[in-house]
C-alpha cells in the first residue's frame, strides 16, 4: 500500500505531550480539568489535541483506571407524590447503572429549609464523589456551598428549582415562569368570560420554582385575563393538613374564588379540602405534577388540568449531565430539555405509562 494512502493512527495521549512538549502527567491534569496547570500551558496542550485531531475514548479511559462515577441527589423530605416518584426513580436508575460504574444515592434534607441543606452540602467529601444534584432554596448559604463544592472539583446540578446565582453547573428542570403562563392561558381560557377572582396555593416564597411561576402566571393573567383578579399567594408549605386548615379561611374571606391554581405541592391538602366541604361545584383548578393522586383527581373532574414533568427524565438528565461534566464532555441539550406537559381528563397516558420519549 502506497504511505500516501496508509490510514494514519489515532493520536493519543503521548503524541500530545510531545507536541506540546510537557509531561504525561500534565496531559492528564488537562484533558480531566484538573488544577494546578498553569494558564500558558493548558492552552499549549489544548492547541496540540487541535491539532492532532485528538479525540478522547472517556469510557475506556475511565475503565483504564477503574474509575467509578459517585453522585448524590439531594432531596427536600416533605411527603408528596412528586418527591416520592423522584426518589424511586433516583433508586430505580442506580440499579441499572450499577454495570455502568456509576453509583447514585439519595439524601433528604428538611424542605425549605437552606440551614439544613447548607448543612447537608458541608458533609460531601469532595474526594469521594462527582457530582451533586441539589433540589433546595436559593439562599446566600446554599450559593456559598455550592462554591466550596465547585472549588473542590465536585459538579453541581440544580434539580427541578434552579439556582442560577450560584456557580452551579447546570440547570434540570421545566422552565417555571413558562408553567406558570401555561397554567395562566389554561386558567383562564376555562373561566373565559366569567369575572371573579383566583386563589393561588404555593409551598414557600423562598422556593425559586413557586416564584417563577407565579411570576409567569401573573404576566399572562394582567395581559390577556384582566377581568380576573389574582390574590396573594396561599403559602402552604407543601403540608398537606396545614393547606387544609388554611383554605376555608381564605375562601370565607373571597366567596367569589371561581377559580384555583396549585402551584406547588399542595393539591392532597386541596382535594381533602374539596370532600369535606362540599364547594367543588365552582372553581377551575389548575395543578401541578401527574401522579396517582392527581390522576384520580383528574378522573373524577376534582382537578382540570395538571402542568407535569417527567421525574424520570429529570432523573437520567441530571444524571447525564454530571457524567458528561466530569469527563469534560459536551451536553446534548435537546436531549435534555425537560418538557411541560398538560394532562387533562381526555389524554392521561395509561397508569405506570407515564414515561419521557427521549432516552
Given at each position: 500500500?502506497?504511505?500516501?494512502?496508509?490510514?494514519?493512527?489515532?493520536?493519543?495521549?503521548?503524541?500530545?505531550?510531545?507536541?506540546?512538549?510537557?509531561?504525561?502527567?500534565?496531559?492528564?491534569?488537562?484533558?480531566?480539568?484538573?488544577?494546578?496547570?498553569?494558564?500558558?500551558?493548558?492552552?499549549?496542550?489544548?492547541?496540540?489535541?487541535?491539532?492532532?485531531?485528538?479525540?478522547?475514548?472517556?469510557?475506556?479511559?475511565?475503565?483504564?483506571?477503574?474509575?467509578?462515577?459517585?453522585?448524590?441527589?439531594?432531596?427536600?423530605?416533605?411527603?408528596?407524590?412528586?418527591?416520592?416518584?423522584?426518589?424511586?426513580?433516583?433508586?430505580?436508575?442506580?440499579q441499572?447503572?450499577?454495570?455502568?460504574?456509576?453509583?447514585?444515592?439519595?439524601?433528604?434534607?428538611?424542605?425549605?429549609?437552606?440551614?439544613?441543606?447548607t448543612?447537608?452540602?458541608?458533609?460531601?467529601?469532595?474526594?469521594?464523589?462527582?457530582?451533586?444534584?441539589?433540589?433546595?432554596?436559593?439562599?446566600?448559604s446554599?450559593?456559598?456551598?455550592?462554591?466550596?463544592?465547585?472549588?473542590?472539583?465536585v459538579?453541581?446540578?440544580?434539580?427541578?428549582?434552579?439556582?442560577?446565582?450560584?456557580?452551579?453547573?447546570?440547570?434540570?428542570?421545566?422552565?417555571?415562569?413558562?408553567?406558570?403562563?401555561?397554567?395562566?392561558?389554561?386558567l383562564?381560557?376555562?373561566?373565559?368570560?366569567?369575572?371573579?377572582?383566583?386563589?393561588?396555593?404555593?409551598?414557600?416564597?423562598?422556593?425559586r420554582?413557586?416564584?417563577?411561576?407565579?411570576?409567569?402566571?401573573?404576566?399572562?393573567?394582567?395581559?390577556?385575563?384582566?377581568?380576573?383578579?389574582?390574590?396573594?399567594?396561599?403559602?402552604?408549605?407543601?403540608?398537606?393538613?396545614?393547606?387544609?386548615?388554611?383554605?376555608?379561611?381564605?375562601?370565607?374571606?373571597?366567596?367569589?374564588?371561581?377559580?384555583?391554581?396549585?402551584?406547588?405541592?399542595?393539591?392532597?391538602g386541596?382535594?381533602?379540602?374539596?370532600?369535606?366541604?362540599?364547594?367543588?361545584?365552582?372553581?377551575?383548578?389548575?395543578?401541578?405534577?401527574?401522579?396517582?393522586?392527581?390522576?384520580?383527581?383528574?378522573?373524577?373532574?376534582?382537578?382540570?388540568?395538571?402542568?407535569?414533568?417527567?421525574?424520570?427524565?429529570?432523573?437520567?438528565?441530571?444524571?447525564?449531565?454530571?457524567?458528561?461534566?466530569?469527563?469534560?464532555?459536551?451536553?446534548?441539550?435537546?436531549?435534555?430539555?425537560?418538557?411541560?406537559?398538560?394532562?387533562?381528563?381526555?389524554?392521561?397516558?395509561?397508569?405506570?405509562?407515564?414515561?419521557?420519549?427521549?432516552?
Amino acid at each position: 500500500m502506497s504511505p500516501n494512502l496508509m490510514t494514519p493512527e489515532t493520536p493519543t495521549i503521548n503524541d500530545i505531550a510531545r507536541v506540546a512538549e510537557v509531561s504525561l502527567a500534565t496531559v492528564d491534569r488537562v484533558l480531566n480539568a484538573r488544577p494546578g496547570v498553569r494558564e500558558k500551558t493548558v492552552e499549549k496542550v489544548n492547541q496540540a489535541i487541535a491539532e492532532l485531531g485528538y479525540v478522547r475514548d472517556t469510557a475506556a479511559a475511565n475503565l483504564a483506571r477503574g474509575r467509578v462515577y459517585n453522585f448524590v441527589f439531594i432531596l427536600p423530605s416533605n411527603k408528596n407524590e412528586f418527591l416520592h416518584s423522584l426518589e424511586a426513580q433516583t433508586e430505580q436508575l442506580a440499579q441499572s447503572l450499577r454495570r455502568e460504574r456509576t453509583r447514585v444515592s439519595v439524601v433528604r434534607v428538611a424542605g425549605f429549609d437552606p440551614v439544613a441543606l447548607t448543612d447537608e452540602l458541608k458533609k460531601i467529601d469532595a474526594l469521594n464523589v462527582d457530582g451533586v444534584a441539589i433540589f433546595g432554596p436559593e439562599t446566600s448559604s446554599v450559593r456559598d456551598s455550592i462554591a466550596h463544592l465547585k472549588a473542590n472539583g465536585v459538579t453541581v446540578v440544580s434539580l427541578v428549582a434552579d439556582i442560577p446565582s450560584s456557580d452551579r453547573d447546570h440547570y434540570v428542570g421545566v422552565d417555571n415562569i413558562a408553567a406558570g403562563r401555561t397554567a395562566a392561558q389554561l386558567l383562564g381560557r376555562f373561566l373565559a368570560p366569567r369575572q371573579g377572582k383566583i386563589l393561588v396555593l404555593t409551598g414557600s416564597m423562598l422556593a425559586r420554582d413557586h416564584l417563577e411561576r407565579r411570576l409567569g402566571f401573573d404576566e399572562i393573567m394582567a395581559r390577556d385575563f384582566p377581568q380576573l383578579e389574582v390574590l396573594a399567594s396561599l403559602e402552604g408549605r407543601d403540608d398537606p393538613d396545614l393547606i387544609e386548615r388554611l383554605l376555608p379561611r381564605a375562601l370565607s374571606d373571597h366567596s367569589d374564588v371561581i377559580g384555583i391554581y396549585s402551584s406547588a405541592a399542595g393539591n392532597e391538602g386541596l382535594l381533602r379540602f374539596f370532600k369535606s366541604s362540599g364547594v367543588r361545584e365552582n372553581p377551575v383548578v389548575i395543578a401541578h405534577e401527574l401522579t396517582p393522586l392527581s390522576r384520580r383527581a383528574l378522573s373524577d373532574g376534582m382537578i382540570d388540568a395538571v402542568i407535569s414533568q417527567d421525574s424520570g427524565h429529570l432523573v437520567r438528565s441530571a444524571v447525564r449531565v454530571m457524567r458528561a461534566k466530569v469527563d469534560n464532555s459536551p451536553i446534548n441539550t435537546a436531549q435534555e430539555r425537560i418538557r411541560i406537559d398538560v394532562y387533562i381528563r381526555e389524554n392521561m397516558p395509561p397508569d405506570g405509562e407515564i414515561q419521557e420519549n427521549q432516552t
